[in-house]
């Protein structure tokens, strides 16, 4: 069964506090994505991943960086995090470099206060 | 700006009739994703698209590259069609998907 997991699935961090959500995915897939969603402005992509140690930044970096060491696993840090980054946190994944379906994890849930 | 252009932003069907959902772009795109979210949150891949058309059961989407929109059919719709729905457009040549607003279903018995 095909599948993005997310972990975890809500979180609570004081501003400044450091933050590391994980994203994996079963399929093999080259492209993985992370995507922050808030009320109204559907969903603004953060970073984007085409394999190991390959990179590139989205429409939104500013405040993270992204790891990705293994195909199946692409990690969002926020070092130091501000309360404006509380916002339902999507990760993603595609079979290659060219566009294709997108398949989402089920969301993270995060909260700085 | 709007890159992604949803309409409507809300909509309230009555179980059993037919609507249309709308996405215009002011981008390059050769490929339209639509999304459904469910009251949970969790997000489930509707259609991929190349310009043309698609079907899959009581949904069908249309992506017109050159007139830059796409469309989503729901006929017969049903309670458990509610959710907001996402069209994802791809700018051109980088493979990064850009999101509409979303449009906000809710189907009523």
């Known amino acids: 069964d095909m599948k993005v997991t997310q972990m975890p699935r809500y979180l609570i961090k004081r501003m400044g506090e450091n933050v590391l959500l994980e994203c994996g995915q079963d399929?093999?897939?080259?492209?993985m994505y992370w995507y922050r969603q808030d009320p109204g402005l559907g969903l603004q992509l953060i970073y984007i991943s085409y394999d190991v140690d390959s990179n590139s930044e989205g429409d939104i970096p500013k405040g993270y960086r992204v790891s990705r060491k293994k195909r199946e696993h692409f990690s969002l840090i926020l070092d130091s995090a501000k309360t404006n980054q509380t916002s339902v946190y999507f990760c993603a994944s595609s079979l290659d470099r060219a566009a294709e379906t997108l398949y989402f994890g089920s969301g993270t849930r995060l909260t700085v206060l | 700006g709007d890159q992604v252009k949803q309409s409507p932003s809300a909509l309230s069907l009555q179980e059993g009739t037919n609507s249309a959902l709308r996405c215009n772009f002011s981008?390059?795109?050769?490929?339209v994703q639509w999304f459904l979210q469910n009251p949970r949150g969790s997000l489930m891949n509707l259609f991929y698209?190349?310009?043309g058309t698609k079907e899959n059961g009581r949904l069908k989407s249309t992506f017109n590259s050159k007139e830059s929109y796409s469309t989503l059919h729901i006929r017969d719709a049903q309670l458990e069609d509610s959710g907001t729905y996402f069209c994802?457009?791809?700018?051109?040549?980088?493979?990064?998907?850009?999101f509409g607003a979303g449009t906000r279903l809710k189907v009523i018995a």
């Open positions: 399929m093999s897939h080259e492209t």
């Open positions: 698209l190349v310009p």
């Open positions: 981008i390059a795109t050769t490929t």
């Open positions: 994802a457009a791809e700018h051109t040549g980088n493979y990064k998907y850009v």
